[in-house]
């Protein structure tokens, strides 16, 4: 089973999608029917929540409430490992140290910006981890 850090940016465009087959969407429906193992940590889900309920993107409660429980119950929860790395955005950190925390897995981090990220070969786009995963 792959594992796999989704970053927010993925999730918002997989919501915001027209077309069902975008890179995004796949990675998020492989994460919600249990192909991908989302890995998170407490401060990830405090940002998918934060992020998705914010009003310019006019979610459903209750759709981002039953994403963030698919993530949930579907994903392992591991500490951050930690790292000397620059970060612009320190939010972004969590991400990168819970899939650095996960490299015996051979996890990775699926973002839209690769750029916010230290150059990584676990860092991928979602087109990356669609061909990866197989998906």
């Known amino acids: 089973m792959i594992c796999a850090v989704i970053d927010t940016n993925v999730l918002v465009s ?3 999608a027209r077309h ?9 429906e492989a994460v919600l029917d249990g192909r991908v193992v989302p890995l998170h940590a407490p401060d990830i889900i405090d940002e998918y929540r934060d992020v998705l309920s914010r009003p310019e993107f006019s979610f459903d409660p209750a759709l981002v409430e039953a994403v963030i429980a698919g993530f949930l ?4 929860e591991l500490p951050p490992a930690p790292s000397a790395e620059y970060f612009p955005d320190p939010s972004d950190k969590v991400f990168y140290c819970v899939a650095l925390g ?21 860092v991928v786009t979602p087109a990356e981890f669609c061909t990866l995963a197989g998906l």
């Open 20 to 28: 069902p087959g975008s890179n995004p969407v796949r990675v998020v």
């Open 102 to 122: 996960a490299q015996e897995d051979r996890a990775k981090l699926v973002t839209g910006n690769k750029q916010h990220y230290p150059a990584a070969d676990f």
């Open 14 to 16: 997989a919501l915001l």
């Open 73 to 76: 119950e579907n994903g392992r």
